[in-house]
């Protein structure tokens, strides 16, 4: 039993690798631990005991040598002094590791101990490693002793894949701390052979030969590793290594044997060739092996071996369809060889792989069907591999079968879960669906798995925040939208295209220094980036600079240009240009602005510009062949094809021009149309009647043009859709659009809350364009057209001359209310009037004044000439069109029904109206209101001029202005003879001052009249119309016009001018400043007759306005209904009142 345990011990025990403890040891002490570990491992007791004495003498306590003391006596079979030692190092160095695995050493020694060993390695042996290693780390916990239970412990843990590596390197630390355990070298150096670590076992072996005792096996070893090399430079290489180390022996025997056979065998060329191409392949280099087996198998067609080296050379090489030629080959011309085995496996895999290459090279040409058959007849040789399924399921992804691939998708990762590319195929089909069932099955993936499609994951998360931050530009938030930039910035740091939409963000959300710097960032760090270069050229001209933009293109050689970089240049080139002939237009110049267009290079941009401008100065066959000319090299372009649309539709052929409207594609490539084209159709649709369509198209882009920053495109939508909202019958939508095209326009940042705000915004500004002027001037335009307006107005009026028909003086007092209606104005006027034509001059109580039949027979009686009554009237006017009709007021002796009609509209720079109407002559009281004769009782008077005319005008918002009207009319009357007169007046005006807010204006004008008949006089079946049967006086422009408006308020002068009377003719131009008959030979001459008409809202309710209207007269002027508004030019109330004097 005794002799048992001891050998059991010795067994046990061995070299340990004790780590220091409490204490640095000394040089010395350290050289004396390491003798007693050599005499341990070479079994030299006398060595260990010489190490002992002098470690103790130097230090008794030191727990490396407590902890060899214990291992000594332990071998000794001094058990009870062993456990005097161990006793005593717990004392010392209770955590040590010296302790730790002294009290394990000692565990071994027991028969509790021995037995948890022996099942330890019972496990071992039959297999169950990991049963065995737990049960050594049950006996161990964790720390096993040292010596050749280290050893063995570790060579099992090595048994474990995963803990291979790591066990090698204790097993590596154990033998350089304890050198001359030649069973821990062999354990080692095979682990290394096995891990295909040949170097490091090579030098393991080396070492290990070193030993006397561990000579032999080394030898053994070695040479085992090297004697079936296939024969090459390597093996000849390995063999002589192997005999510089070893020099005696069976195996150095052979070595040199076989080393001089192989030397001879290499001297040969075709064997040289072959030998080097087996062991290329062998070394898994089949590009270097292909040439030599090929020169191999050029000298011996019959070389089976060679032959099916070279395919699996060319397997190694992913060739193949050679390498089945060649296993095929192989096989033929050996069917019986030892490596038929391998071949007919090889040939298999290769032909496996082959059809996969071939259905893969199908799925690319885009015939899923050929891929398919590859992959079926792929599945048939192996349907164990899961790639002959993945292709099934891409060529069914190919046909768009999306269930079938799916399906092929789910089944390749059911026989391996680590295809990547199934996972991928997956995520691709759900996230076709929706992003949201992608992401769903994304988070169901193993880390693995979701590893493998990282780049899908990210490029999700991209597009989702991409379209977040998308939503959040179109709601105007463009600050937010720059923060989810951010994060996508964050996940692909450096990207270009999203450092551009970060920047626009940030410059629309007024960040505009924090823009430019990432921009110029972005240049500094890819400055020879094509994209980069193009994305800034953007990002310059979208800022609307345009030179800059340019220059930074020019940064990047033009022959690194591409498309797109060559398109923007072109673009901005052409900017350049275009704005040039614009200026040149607007100046006047337009002939000079074409010719400049004309010299340049071909281009549809060019040839769109000119279309227009001769579309816009009415020019429509020159605009229909030109935009007939841009059709037939470009079919689809939505500019000419709209244009056309425009013209047909102006032309009234609106067949045609539906027929054009139906060729407008429904996208712009692939992307919906820009939201200027869809303005462009609605109002094409809108000018067809087409109003449902209109409608329709307008609804779904002013969302998102009052999204998106202000721009000439937002704001050009707004106000077209406002403009139709006006003329559909929705003008409190459109005053709601307007204040939107307010902000897109520039007009304001902060969209109008209130009306006072609204028609503030509505005056004009001398620094705006002429977009902010027409939304402006439409704005106030509608919003006066909805106003509900009470007017109150009384005139004063009156001439001199004889009492009782020509010394008159009249008070009018009119009431008038507007209201909208349509797309216009309706009203309701009631005039009161009081004329008093004074009295007649009696003698002897007769009077007998050339009126009535006075003059014949002296008339008696009542002397006071006077009329009063009140009319009535309705009417109706938009910018085309107005009407009224109404009476003469009813009191007076005369009492008709009168009214009129008009049509306006313009024929290009001109404008024009045609009227027709029955209105009554007011410039006495016979001719207006009828008198009645003294002597017979009966009345006469009360003459109507019935007829039409036509006027027309010029003025383009320049100084200068002609206008010209042409009038014919019948004049009748009660008992009045009948007349007729053509009445044609013409004039030019310039003005001198034409700012936003002050207007001067002065002009002359020429006024040719012709009557019938002479009935000017007072007396029976005449009218007392001034009815010289020609007349034609040249006069300077009255009404000359001074207005201004300052602030809030606003006022306006209106004068008569100077009139030059050539001898042939007699007039005054103002019916109610003619003279009596008397005083119509007034000698020439001029007078000034000023009138004035301040203006400025007092109340909050409404504005309230007076002006003197006459030398002699005052009227009075007051809206209600509205709060502070934009007050209209007191002129054109001036004006009105002249024109409804001039109309008699």
Known sequence: ????????????????????????????????????????????????????????????????????????????????????ELDRLKGIAPGSSAYQSSRNTML?????????????????????????????????????????????????????????????????????????????????????FQTGRRDEGFAVLQEMAKSSNGRSQASDMWYAQIKDQPVSNASVSALQKYLSVFSDGENVTAARSQLEAQQKQLADPTFRAKAQGLAAVDAGQGDKAVAELQKAVSANHADSEAIGALGQAYSQKGDRARAVAQFEKAIALDPQSDNRGKWDSLLKVNRYWLLIQQGDAALKANNPAQAERYYQQARTIDNSDSYAVLGLGDAAAARKDNDAAERYYRQALRMDSGNSNAVRGLANIYRAQSPEKASQFIQSLSASQRR??????????????????????????????????????????????????????????????????????????????????????????????????????????????????????????????????????????????ENLLRQQPASTRIDLTLADWAQQRGDLSAAKTAYSGVLQREPQNEDAILGLTEIYSAQGDKDAARAELAKLPATQNG????????????????????????????????????????????????????????????????????????????????????????????????????????????????????????????????????????????????????????????????????????????????????????????????????????????????????????????????????????????????????????????????????????????????????????????????????????????????????????????????KLINKNNERLTVGVSNMLWHYDKDLSGYTWVRAAIIARRNMSPLRCRSPGVNARRTGPGSWAGLSHGLTLKPTMCCAIPFRDSFPSMSQAATPTGGRWKPAAAPQAPVIPRGPLSSAGSRPTGLWVLAWIFRKRKTIPKPCAALCTLLRRRLAG
């Open 671 to 990: 992307q919906p149309l820009s939201l200027n084209m869809q303005r462009r159709i609605a109002m094409a649709q809108a000018g067809l009647g087409d109003s449902a369509a209109a409608e329709k198209t307008f609804n779904s882009i002013i969302p998102q043009a009052k999204s998106q920053p202000a721009s000439m495109e937002n704001a050009l939508v707004l106000r077209d859709a406002a403009r139709f909202q006006t003329q559909n019958g929705q003008p409190q939508q459109a005053l709601e659009t307007y204040k939107d095209a307010m902000v897109s326009s520039g007009i304001t940042t902060i969209r109008p809350a209130d009306n006072d705000t609204f028609t503030r915004l509505t005056r004009n500004d001398e620094k705006d364009d002429w977009l902010k002027r027409g939304v402006r001037s439409d704005a106030g335009d509608l919003y006066r057209q909805q106003d509900v307006n009470v007017t109150l107005q009384h005139d004063y009026w009156g001439s001199s001359g004889t009492g009782g028909y020509s010394d008159l003086k009249a008070h009018t007092t009119m009431l008038q209310v507007d209201a909208p209606l349509s797309d216009g104005r309706m009203f309701f006027r009631s005039d009161l009037v009081n004329m008093d034509a004074g009295s007649f001059a009696t003698n002897n109580g007769t009077y007998d004044p050339k009126w009535g039949t006075c003059a014949e027979t002296p008339c008696r009686g009542n002397t006071s000439q006077t009329s009063n009554g009140a009319s009535v009237a309705v009417g109706w006017q938009n910018k085309t069109w107005a009407w009224d009709i109404g009476t003469t007021p009813m009191g007076f002796d005369v009492v008709d029904v009168v009214g009129g009609v008009s049509y306006s509209n313009d024929l290009g720079p001109i404008g024009y109206t045609i009227n027709a109407h029955r209105r009554p002559i007011s410039s006495s009281l016979l001719a207006f209101a009828g008198q009645k004769d003294t002597n017979t009782g009966t009345t006469w008077g009360g003459v109507r001029a019935t007829g039409g005319g036509v006027s027309i005008s010029y003025d383009k918002g320049e100084a200068n202005g002609i206008w010209s009207s042409l009038n014919a009319e019948s004049l009748t009357g009660k008992n009045v003879e009948d007349n007729w007169r053509v009445r044609w007046m013409t004039g030019y005006y310039y």
């Open 452 to 593: 493998s499609i990282d780049d899908i994951e990210r490029s999700l998360t991209n597009e989702q925040l991409s379209a977040q931050a998308e939503q959040l530009e179109n709601q105007g938030k463009y600050a937010q939208a720059a923060e989810v930039q951010r994060r996508r910035l964050a996940l692909s740091p450096g990207d270009v295209w999203i450092t551009y939409r970060l920047s626009r963000d940030l410059y629309s959300a007024g960040q505009r220094s924090q823009a430019d710097t990432l921009m110029r960032q972005l240049a500094s760090q890819k400055p020879t980036d094509p994209d980069q270069v193009y994305a800034n050229g953007l990002y310059l001209s979208g800022n609307d600079q345009d030179r800059a933009a340019l220059a930074h293109l020019e940064t990047l050689p033009r022959s690194q240009w591409n498309g797109n970089i060559q398109e923007l240049a072109d673009r901005l080139q052409s900017n350049q240009v275009l704005d040039t002939a614009n200026r040149l237009r607007d100046s006047g110049k337009e002939q000079e602005a």
């Open 1 to 84: 039993m005794r002799k048992f345990t001891v050998d059991l011990l010795s067994l046990s025990l061995g070299l340990a690798l004790m780590p220091l403890a409490q204490a640095v040891n000394s040089p010395q002490q350290q050289q004396l631990l390491e003798q007693v570990r050599l005499g341990e491992s070479t079994q030299r007791e006398d060595l260990v005991r010489q190490s002992l004495y002098r470690l103790e003498l130097i230090d008794p306590n030191n727990p490396d040598v407590i902890a060899a003391r214990f291992r000594y006596l332990l071998r000794q079979g001094d058990n009870a002094g062993a456990q005097k």
């Open 108 to 192: 071994l020694s027991t028969p509790d101990g021995r037995q948890q060993l022996q099942q330890a390695r019972l496990l071992a042996t039959t297999g169950h490693t990991q049963e065995a290693i737990a049960a050594y780390d049950k006996l161990f916990d964790g720390n096993p002793p040292g010596g050749d239970v280290a050893t063995e412990y570790w060579n099992v843990v090595a048994k474990d894949p995963a803990r291979r590596n790591a066990a090698i390197n204790q097993l590596k630390k154990i033998n350089s701390s304890s050198p001359g355990n030649t069973q821990l070298q062999s354990t080692l150096a095979q682990l290394l």
